[in-house]
């Protein structure tokens, strides 16, 4: 297993039209976390999962964001009708719960930019 | 909600000194885990060492060491004898022990090592 893997790496986008990313986990790993990180700050949460169950989604996040996943393994974050605001590295982790590390282990992420 | 606060956007260290990143959060759970991430430029975010709160012992791996205050819910990061490879940003997070198990992160610190 090569760790975890996110598509696509870069996307430019115009404002107003849908974007879909995809992140593929390490393949035993039953959780699976959406953050998004802008220029200088941490990871802002957005949801996750265990298995195919959205466990938590931030109130932060619009309605035009969804994620999914779909059989338990890999997940898509879709965002409908992108605004500028909505440029930033969007990164995915996954980790094995019921473990007692619960570290995350993450992807290299997707960087979207809105024009 | 946990929240996890970081005081020092950047720091700076002469090559083969040691340097010491403040953590600070908030929480009223008594179990919960303490983590270290390293996110070098434009690579992923890496674990650097974890802390479970139930452990007096503070955490070690080789270089990196944490002073882990519960009471003061304080939770530092020492690097000893700096590295070119240590600059990057580094985020503090913090993960409960019970429910749903989110992970918060800090603001992170800009470490730049000098040589």
């Known amino acids: 297993d090569t760790g975890v893997s996110q598509n696509p790496r870069h996307k430019i986008t115009k404002r107003g039209q849908n974007v879909t990313f995809r992140c593929d986990p390490i393949?035993?790993?039953?959780?699976l976390y959406w953050y998004r990180q802008t220029l200088g700050q941490g990871p802002e949460f957005l949801t996750y999962f265990q298995n195919e169950a959205q466990l938590e989604k931030s109130r932060l996040l619009s309605d035009r964001f969804s994620a999914e996943r779909p059989k338990g393994s890999f997940s898509t974050l879709e965002i409908q009708r992108t605004e500028q605001g909505d440029s930033a590295m969007y990164l995915c982790?996954?980790?094995?719960?019921?473990?007692?590390?619960?570290?995350?282990?993450f992807g290299e992420g997707s960087r979207l930019t809105v024009l | 909600a946990q929240t996890v606060t970081q005081s020092q956007p950047e720091m700076s260290v002469q090559e083969a000194e040691t340097v010491t990143l403040s953590c600070t959060y908030d929480?009223?759970?008594?179990?919960?885990?303490l983590f270290w991430y390293k996110q070098p430029p434009s690579r992923q975010m890496i674990l650097v060492i974890r802390q479970e709160a139930y452990k007096q012992q503070n955490a070690t791996e080789n270089r990196f060491s944490v002073n882990f205050q519960k009471a003061a819910k304080s939770f530092s990061l020492k690097i000893s004898d700096s590295q070119l490879g240590d600059a990057a940003m580094y985020f503090c997070?913090?993960?409960?022990?019970?429910?749903?198990?989110?992970?918060?992160f800090g603001t992170g610190t800009k470490l730049q090592v000098i040589p």
């Open positions: 997070a913090y993960r409960s022990d019970g429910g749903y198990q989110k992970v918060t």
């Open positions: 929480t009223s759970e008594s179990d919960y885990y």
């Open positions: 982790a996954s980790s094995l719960y019921g473990t007692s590390s619960g570290e995350l282990f």
């Open positions: 393949s035993e790993h039953n959780r």
